[in-house]
């Protein structure tokens, strides 16, 4: 079993839907997690950032975390075509990025 | 100017080749890292320096050779690579304390032939 699972899709909306993005995790030890966008032959950017349980919200963009199922979620909120890109979630048991663990990412294309 | 530039941005190379990947932060940061990226796989981890020192090694095959000399600068030296090495290769860096926020370069992507 991998230590994070994550669909990689691809996952096709029109614009203005609500996605949600998930991933799947088996160590109970992290506690910081993270999600970055990749756009196409660019470099992963990080896109949120929460520790432990609960939400955290940024513009259109809210991340979810429950540790209690193991499950993280990065959820989008009208969505446009200029969120086409791959979601990676990562995540640690410690604020170190040597330990960072991260999904094989989720491909996703907005169409206008 | 992007915070952490990568050069080459593609390479093509023979199994016999030697050349080496170049990586530059221009965040202030006292770490970086070499990261490998395939196709629907995660992104693993080859190597780390913080404040210019290798910190760890994850197994990586001996012809893939890092070379940090400051806290700038850091470079991948590629020699007798195998056709499976064909990769993206992301350069990162970040900042003690703020460790779990690292900032990726554009990548090189590497074809080996």
């Known amino acids: 079993q991998k230590e994070v699972e994550q669909d990689p899709g691809p996952l096709s909306v029109p614009e203005g839907a609500i996605v949600s993005l998930n991933c799947t995790y088996s160590?109970?030890?992290?506690?910081?997690f993270m999600w970055y966008r990749q756009y196409s032959r660019k470099g992963p950017e990080l896109l949120m950032y929460t520790y432990s349980s609960g939400n955290k919200e940024d513009g259109r963009f809210t991340a979810q975390v429950d540790k209690s199922s193991k499950y993280i979620s990065l959820f989008i909120r009208d969505s446009q075509p200029s969120d086409s890109a791959t979601y990676l979630c990562?995540?640690?048991?410690?604020?170190?990025?040597?330990?960072?663990?991260f999904g094989s990412g989720t491909q996703l294309t907005v169409l206008p | 100017e992007t915070g952490v530039t990568q050069t080459p941005r593609h390479l093509v190379m023979g199994m016999t080749n030697k050349k080496s990947l170049k990586c530059e932060q221009h965040?202030?940061?006292?770490?970086m890292y070499w990261y490998k990226q395939s196709a629907k796989k995660p992104l693993e981890l080859m190597f780390v320096y913080s404040l210019e020192e290798r910190v760890e090694n994850n197994s990586v095959p001996s012809r893939f050779s890092p070379e940090c000399p400051n806290s700038s600068h850091l470079f991948l030296h590629l020699h007798t690579l195998q056709p499976e090495d064909s990769a993206l290769y992301l350069c990162?860096?970040?900042?003690?304390?703020?460790?779990?926020?690292?900032?990726f370069g554009e990548g090189s992507w590497l074809t080996v032939v």
């Open positions: 990562a995540m640690s048991e410690a604020g170190s990025a040597r330990q960072l663990t």
């Open positions: 160590n109970s030890a992290f506690q910081y």
């Open positions: 965040l202030g940061h006292n770490a």
């Open positions: 990162a860096s970040s900042q003690t304390g703020r460790e779990n926020t690292i900032y």
